[in-house]
Structures are given as C-alpha cells and as structure tokens.
C-alpha cells in the first residue's frame, strides 16, 4: 500500500469568515493501513449542537481526529470555523476546544491545576486561566474535589473535568467524544443537560459524537449519521423526522371513536394505544391528507405529531443499509 503524504492533498484553502458554517468536509478521506475509516466524506455544518451518530467503529471519533488535525487525512479538505484544518496554528487552537473520548489528564495533577494549565496551553495568561478555571469547574458542577489529583476522580468527574478543559479558553466550538460514556443516569442527565446548555446560553457550538441515539436526540438539534465511515444522513432533528413521518401519532380533542371510524374507511393501519392516542400508518410522506379528512368531516381539532420513533427508525435503517453496502 503506497503511503500517502501531505503533498498529494489539495493545496490549503483560503481562509474564510466564520459565520456560515463551523464544519467544511470535502471528500475528507482517512485509511489506517488497508482499513478505510473515513469514506469521501463531505458536509457542511452551520452553528448550534450537532449529534456526530453512529455505532462503534464508524468512524466518528477520526472525523473529529482529522478535524483537529490530530490524524493527517488521507484524501480531502476541510475547514473548521473558517479556516483550513492544516493551518492547525494556535489562532485555531484558541477558539476550539476538545474532550477526546480517553482521559487525557496528566497523573498526580489536581484538577483545578490541570485545567488552569490547559487554559494557558490554549493562550490564556496563567492568572486569567486560574480564575477562569474556577468559573468553568463551578458550572460543570465540580466542588472540592478540584483540588484533589484527577487519577483518584470516579469516571463522573473525569468527564466533568474534561469537559471543562475544552471549555475553559471560551473557544467558539467544542467537540465532545462519546461525553457521557460510563455514566450513571443522574452523571448522564447533568452532562447532558450542561452540554445543552452550552449553545443554547453560552452560543458555543458543540459537536458531540455518542453511540447513543437518545443522547443525540436529547440535546442536539442537528444530526450526522454516520456509518461504515461514510455519511448517511445529515439535517436537522426536526426535518429528518417530518422526511419519515408516514406514521403519526394523533391526540383527537375529542370524539376519538368518530376519529377512529373516519380514518379506518380510508384503509390506514390505526392502533389505539395505552395512552389514548391513535397511531396512524399510511403511504403517504406527509400528513396533509389527516388534516384534509378531518375538514371535510368535521373533525374536532387532533394534536398530531409525526412518528416519534422516527429517527430511531432510520438510524437503524441507516446502519443496515451502511452494512449492506460492505464488500
Ligand atoms: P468511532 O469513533 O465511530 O467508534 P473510530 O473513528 O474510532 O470509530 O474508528 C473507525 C475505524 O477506524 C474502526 O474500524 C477502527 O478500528 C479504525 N481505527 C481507528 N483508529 C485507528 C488507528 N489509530 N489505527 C488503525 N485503525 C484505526
């Protein structure tokens, strides 16, 4: 296998605004040896929480890899905030920050100690870093356990701690690898909530890669499926699930049993479920046709929410079909 260096990737891109869009992939390529990790991966991703989604091994954690520049891409380009990733200078380390997926602190550092040096390996000042880190450690919601070395920390507060060294020099966006694994409910619940939070009050984009379908959902509002390396699906939470809504779920105000009647003489597979609503299954993609019967019925007013389970459905669609595609 001929190794590929640097000089036969595209020559850098000119540097753009920020603004538009926090990730440019084009063609972005990785190969470990013979084994192909990152497939002719493009996509353009604008500001706010994205999912990075897919099972173990599909390649989340080297797309993040490539672009941080902590793995050289085979093949592609991409820019991260604007900026080429192979420019990969401390102007770039400044407005980003990481949390890999392995614990990345240094033995015998207390925490507190830990993240100040990661502030200053980012830019900051050591006194500017030191009081920042106190800030950050007092919103992931670490008490005094900071001044304690972070070897002797459970697997909760590792995360935290992580969490707050990609947080403490302000960066602009931070990528999260697999944040909540082995996390208790009550650990999972707090991580997510902050990592929700990060956008929603801090306007800090985050990119979080998880395995977990229900921790995407739960936090982000875009979506990068990924799967065999390859992107399958990539949009907001919202439009993937109104793209596969062919089963919705309808909460009728009242006169249910008219409801079920209506709908039934059209040929649709309905099912009364245990919480009174009506699960509808039809051929159609959209749900005009519901509201279109319930005018020319006289329907009373229905709550009607597109198929909740859907992006659970095509996630798993999505990886079959990555897997199908295999040699
Ligand atoms: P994910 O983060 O989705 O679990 P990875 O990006 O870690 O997936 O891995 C994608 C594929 O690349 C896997 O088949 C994995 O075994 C392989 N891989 C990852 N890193 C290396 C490496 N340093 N050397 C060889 N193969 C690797």
């Not at 990737?9 to 084009?26: H, S, V, Y």
């Not at 992931?140 to 947080?167: C, F, H, I």
């Not at 997510?192 to 801090?202: N, P, Q």
Request: proline share 6%; charged share 20%; with cysteine.
């Amino acid at each position: 296998m001929q190794a590929t260096t640097l000089s036969t990737l595209p020559p850098p891109l000119p540097e753009r605004a920020d603004g538009d869009f926090i990730i440019e992939a084009r063609g972005l390529g990785k190969t470990y040896g013979s084994q192909p990790a990152l497939v002719d991966f493009s996509v353009q991703v604008p500001p706010g929480t994205i999912g990075l989604l897919g099972p173990n091994g599909a390649g989340k954690s080297t797309f993040i890899k490539c672009l941080l520049n902590l793995e050289t891409p085979t093949t592609g380009t991409a820019r991260v905030l604007g900026r080429d990733i192979r420019a990969a200078n401390r102007a770039s380390r400044e407005r980003v920050g990481y949390s890999p997926e392995q614990d990345c602190h240094i033995a015998g550092m207390a925490g507190c100690e830990y993240v100040t040096y990661c502030g200053q390996l980012s830019g900051m000042p050591m006194r500017v870093a030191r009081q920042r880190t106190h800030e950050i450690l007092d919103l992931v919601g670490m008490g005094q356990e900071r001044y304690r070395p972070v070897d002797t920390y459970s697997t909760g507060m590792r995360q935290r701690v992580k969490l707050a060294q990609a947080l403490v020099h302000d960066p602009k966006v931070i990528f999260l690898d697999e944040p909540t694994n082995g996390l208790d409910p009550s650990g999972r619940e707090h991580i997510l909530k902050l990592i929700g939070s990060l956008w929603r009050d801090l306007g800090i984009s985050v990119v979080m890669s998880s395995h977990l379908l229900r921790d995407v959902e739960r936090v982000c509002d875009r979506v990068i499926i990924i799967g065999n390396g390859r992107l399958l699906e990539h949009d907001s939470i919202v439009a993937l699930k109104n793209r596969h809504r062919r089963i919705v779920e309808l909460a009728p105000a009242s006169e249910v049993e008219r409801f079920v009647t209506v709908l039934t003489s059209t040929g649709a597979k309905l099912t009364r479920l245990s919480n009174g609503k009506l699960r509808v299954e039809s051929e159609s993609d959209s749900i005009e046709w519901i509201l279109q019967l319930m005018r020319a019925h006289g329907l009373p007013p229905a709550e009607i929410v597109a198929n909740p389970d859907a992006l659970h459905e095509l996630f798993i669609q999505s990886i079959g079909t990555a897997h199908g595609s295999q040699p």
